[in-house]
């Protein structure tokens, strides 16, 4: 089992930054990628960014590119997000996710490829 604790999240006025953590325990050893994904107000839940963990490629949904970073720290099993240039509709519930596998791409870009999910934090971006 892993468990994910997300923090970080908050209230910030558009063109602001927020930086994401997610907290990683339990079997780490078995992960090969995490993600984050992110969910508006009666919206589904949608894909940000993902990144493997065992060589660090990333990869980016077009909407963050260029202004969302996703790291790790192995040494700390920690994921970061860094979102810089906050837009209003930015706003939405943040997971962080793990899998132990990948399903088929080598970037784990679907709801379905993911194993684990933390219990989310609220990225509210005014306008």
């Known amino acids: 089992q892993v468990q994910l604790v997300e923090s970080g999240g908050g209230l910030v006025q558009a063109g602001d930054s927020l930086r994401l953590s997610c907290a990683v325990s339990g079997r780490t050893f078995s992960l090969y990628g995490m993600g984050w994904f992110r969910q508006a107000p009666g919206k589904e839940r949608e894909f940000v960014v993902t990144?493997?963990?065992?060589?660090?490629?990333?990869y980016y949904a077009d909407s963050v590119k260029g202004r969302f970073t996703i790291s790790r720290d192995s040494a700390k099993n920690t994921l970061s997000l860094q979102m810089n240039g906050l837009k209003p509709e930015d706003t939405a519930v943040y997971y962080c996710?793990?899998?132990?596998?990948?399903?088929?791409?080598?970037?784990?870009?679907?709801?379905?490829?993911?194993?684990?999910w933390g219990q989310g934090t609220q990225v509210t971006v005014s306008s």
């Open positions: 990144i493997n963990w065992f060589n660090s490629d990333t």
């Open positions: 996710a793990a899998t132990e596998g990948s399903r088929g791409g080598y970037y784990a870009t679907r709801l379905n490829d993911y194993d684990y």
